[in-house]
């Protein structure tokens, strides 16, 4: 399975970023998918995650600024970032869990700097 993350850039703060995590196969075979980030010096952190059932959990950071949506017909999930700030600086890396296994996306650099 190869996931192909994609939409990361160079944003001014307050301004929007979709990102977007094509998968190989149906991501209906995933219980869950989602993005992490990590930024210069810190350690990866769960930014949202959204079952195969369609629920999602954010971390209170991004809590009303970031959206996550998934279009099963083209086995993708977007991550709609709005109200950026530079704390939103960091590597993007979309993931999916299977029963067995976990796959990763390559990562996509979001900088968020005026």
């Known amino acids: 399975v190869q996931l192909q993350a994609s939409g990361g850039g160079l944003v001014q703060p307050g301004g929007s970023l979709r990102l977007s995590c094509a998968a190989s196969r149906s991501i209906f075979s995933f219980n869950d998918m989602g993005w992490f980030r990590q930024a210069p010096g810190k350690q990866r952190e769960l930014v949202v995650i959204?079952?195969?059932?369609?629920?999602?959990n954010y971390v209170d950071s991004v809590k009303g600024r970031f959206t996550i949506s998934r279009d099963n017909a083209k086995n993708t999930v977007y991550l709609q970032m709005n109200s950026l700030k530079p704390e939103d600086t960091a590597v993007y890396y979309c993931?999916?869990?299977?029963?067995?296994?976990?796959?990763w996306g390559q990562g996509t650099l979001v900088t968020v700097s005026s």
């Open positions: 993931y999916a869990d299977s029963v067995a296994t976990t796959y």
């Open positions: 959204i079952t195969s059932g369609g629920t999602t």
